[in-house]
């Protein structure tokens, strides 16, 4: 997992490389006129596919929606959507569930496009065109470099589709703001040294840090066994709060931006009304995992990513687990 974890920047540069054609290559298929977008996915890459929805609506100015796959590999339900744009995300490209559903879309009119790590798979054989992630092999079993590359191909899809709040210059200086990240891992030790004894932990993160937050606590599940709950800080307040008791540890994702005050606004009225313990991922100089600063907000997922995955990585090695092969998992899930 952490040598994976290291060639975080390097994938990210090779992938930010090959944008201005796979820009041209998503354009040439998207459907005219574009009637909405459906993301497919499952575990991780259902996360990803979560900020995936944060980045391609406002770009494309249209809905994007997440599958049910159950719906269709379990009930069959009815489709019919033509002019949409069915994007499937898996980094392996073999999981049935998410080939069927894919099938089942373009099959009822809709445009597809794989995003794997296997060219070769048959997820990737079955789409009208193919973004390869370049992450090359990912043999520990908790998804880091295939994660943070899906979250850099959504990205370059929205390019695709419309404007968006980023630039050539932002994706050149990204691989550098990672490599930041990686080589300052002492924040991450002394936050998993305080959560060595927690039985539960709350991650939290509101607009395009909210994939942020359900991918932390996955990773503090799938690497350390901790019962981890990512929720946005809208959902938060609607009743799960009321599991935060004095000392319980709450990890914060936060970028300047327009979710930041209510981000603020909620870490100081867990801390102070309800004696959350809270660690802060945020560009701050008060942040317990201090994020890079100046990259956009829409771009700050992926290095926050990256300190949740050191985080997990070290609580593992503290406990005395092997966070590279947690017991019980497999790297692909067979689902149907």
Excluded at 7 to 20: I, K, T, Y
Aim: with cysteine; hydrophobic share 45%; glycine share 8%.
């Amino acid at each position: 997992m952490a040598a994976e974890m290291a060639e975080q920047p390097a994938v990210l540069a090779g992938l930010a490389s090959r944008r201005l054609e796979i820009i041209e290559r998503v354009r040439a298929v998207v459907p005219e006129p574009l009637n909405g977008i459906v993301l497919i996915a499952r575990g991780s890459s259902d996360h990803a596919a979560i900020y995936g929805r944060y980045v391609l609506q406002p770009a494309a100015a249209r809905p994007v929606v997440l599958a049910a796959p159950s719906l269709h590999t379990l009930y069959n339900s009815p489709l019919h959507c033509p002019g949409y744009l069915a994007v499937a995300v898996s980094q392996s490209g073999r999981t049935p569930e998410i080939v069927t559903v894919l099938e089942r879309h373009m099959a009822a009119g809709a445009t597809g496009i794989a995003v794997t790590n296997d060219p070769g798979s048959p997820l990737a054989e079955l789409a009208q065109t193919t973004i390869e992630l370049g992450a090359g092999d990912e043999r520990a079993v908790p998804a880091t470099k295939t994660f943070t590359s899906e979250l850099a191909a959504f990205a370059i899809v929205a390019e695709a589709l419309g404007e968006v709040p980023w630039g050539s210059e932002d994706w050149a200086a990204l691989p550098s703001a990672l490599t930041d990240v990686l080589e300052d891992l002492e924040p991450a030790r002394r936050v998993a040294e305080g959560l060595a004894g927690a039985e539960g932990l709350i991650s939290v993160g509101r607009g395009y840090l909210f994939s942020v937050a359900l991918e932390a606590a996955l990773k503090l599940k799938e690497t350390t066994s901790l019962l981890a709950e990512g929720y946005s800080a809208a959902d938060l307040r609607h009743g799960p709060v009321a599991v935060i008791e004095r000392d319980f540890p709450v990890l914060a994702f936060s970028a300047p931006g327009p979710a930041a005050g209510d981000m603020n606004e909620l870490t100081e009225w867990l801390a102070l009304t309800r004696g959350a313990r809270i660690y802060k991922a945020a560009p701050r100089a008060d942040a317990q995992l201090p994020l890079p600063p100046g990259v956009p907000e829409a771009l700050m997922p992926i290095p926050a990513v990256v300190r949740a995955q050191q985080v997990a990585h070290e609580l593992a090695l503290h406990k005395g687990m092997n966070p590279d092969a947690p017991e019980g998992l497999t790297k692909i899930t067979p689902t149907i």
